[in-house]
């Protein structure tokens, strides 16, 4: 079959997150969010003119299966390292276009951040003081997977922190306010139950709330009584 680089390209982030390759002939990705079942299925159509099939599993997840060697074949020609995403000790190395054309770096990052990904909003204390910590982060357990996701940040512009754990966040004004107009999420997806505040928010509603915020931060009040 004819392996189409640039669509490929595009489906990368999503097998690289919520996704993976079983056994070098099926593309998988799981996730709760019907959203990114559509986005991703809509990247894969680009990439392979096949969207797979939906399994439902009984914790509610859907998973869409992409079977077939030729497709595995595809991915791989791209990033032959993404068989080894889970070995924390492999260097596994992102395809050079990502570092070259900014528009493919931001397409990367929304799709990543949608599905591994999202906002933080923390309430602290000082003294009387209260405030507010806030971050766009993307979950990376991968270290060197994390630095280069840091290093596509870099060349946009922006100043991405490494938490040493498993996140790559953005906390300064600047760039929150910019990520929200420049790269944002994919749209209708959902925040997670990992997030007891916010679940079932929109990501980038929650976004545009926390950039709005900054001029009113009694804005996030509702979310966080009692403190």
């Known amino acids: 079959m004819e392996c189409d ?14 996704g993976g390759i079983y056994k070098a002939r099926e593309i998988y990705f799981t996730t709760t969010d019907m959203a990114l079942v559509d986005h991703f299925r809509r990247a894969a159509m680009e990439a392979f003119n096949y969207g797979g099939y939906i399994v439902r599993r009984s914790n509610g ?25 889970a070995d924390m000790n492999r260097v596994i190395t992102l395809p050079s276009e990502l570092f070259r054309d900014r528009d493919l770096a931001k397409w990367f ?9 999202g906002v933080s909003i923390m309430r602290g204390r000082r003294g009387n003081t209260t405030f507010y910590v806030r971050r766009v982060f993307i979950t990376a357990k991968n270290p060197h997977l994390r630095e280069q996701i840091r290093e596509l940040l870099k060349i946009l512009q922006y100043t991405p922190r490494d938490d040493k754990d498993k996140h790559v966040y953005l906390s300064r004004r600047e760039d ?14 959902k925040v997670t139950g990992n997030s007891k505040r916010f679940h079932g928010l929109d990501k980038n509603q929650l976004l545009d709330l926390m950039v709005k915020s900054y001029g009113n931060p009694h804005l996030l009040d509702s979310f966080f009584f009692p403190l």
């Open 109 to 117: 990052l929304k799709v990543y951040a949608s599905c591994d990904g």
């Open 61 to 85: 997840a859907y998973v869409v299966k992409i079977k077939g060697y030729d497709y595995v074949g595809c991915v791989r020609a791209v990033m032959p390292d993404i068989l080894y995403k």
């Open 5 to 18: 680089r640039y669509g490929v390209l595009r489906v990368l982030p999503f097998i690289l997150s919520d």
């Open 176 to 189: 929150i306010a910019r990520y929200a107009k420049e790269i944002r999420f994919l749209e209708h997806v």
